[in-house]
Nanobody
Framework: QVQLIESGGGLVQPGGSLRLSCGLS????????MGWFRQAPGKERESVAA????????YYADSVKGRFIISRDNAKNTVFLEMHFLKPEDSAVYYC??????????????????????WGQGTQVTVSS
């Protein structure tokens, strides 16, 4: 049984930074592409970033390009999302996700929501002064 546990959310001022972490247990981490989604109140869940199994390829939503960095440590079964120059519109619940079939570029498509297999419980990020 694959489990994903996120951590690192919180309250940060506009322009600040946060790093989210997500650990996977229950199976071999390196066999999964990993990614992050987010959902703000009243809005649909959307893709934020995705990373290939080796970490060599990354993909980002246009709204976070140049500000967010996704990375992974396969030795520690953990994926990270570094968030910089945060804006109030980045406030949302951030969800870590894993899939062993969907390639990372596919995570940026709306259809990914219905395809990605495993989800974390979410961690709240609030950007406010």
């Amino acid at each position: 049984q694959v489990q994903l546990i996120e951590s690192g959310g919180g309250l940060v001022q506009p322009g600040g930074s946060l790093r989210l972490s997500c650990g996977l247990s229950g199976n071999t981490f390196s066999t999964y592409t990993m990614g992050w989604f987010r959902q703000a109140p009243g809005k649909e869940r959307e893709s934020v970033a995705a990373i290939s199994r080796s970490g060599g390829s990354t993909y980002y939503a246009d709204s976070v390009k140049g500000r967010f960095i996704i990375s992974r440590d396969n030795a520690k079964n953990t994926v990270f999302l570094e968030m910089h120059f945060l804006k109030p519109e980045d406030s949302a619940v951030y969800y870590c996700a894993a899939d062993n079939a969907l390639e990372p570029q596919g995570w940026m498509l709306p259809e990914a929501l219905a395809v990605v297999t495993y989800w974390g419980q979410g961690t709240q990020v609030t950007v406010s002064s």
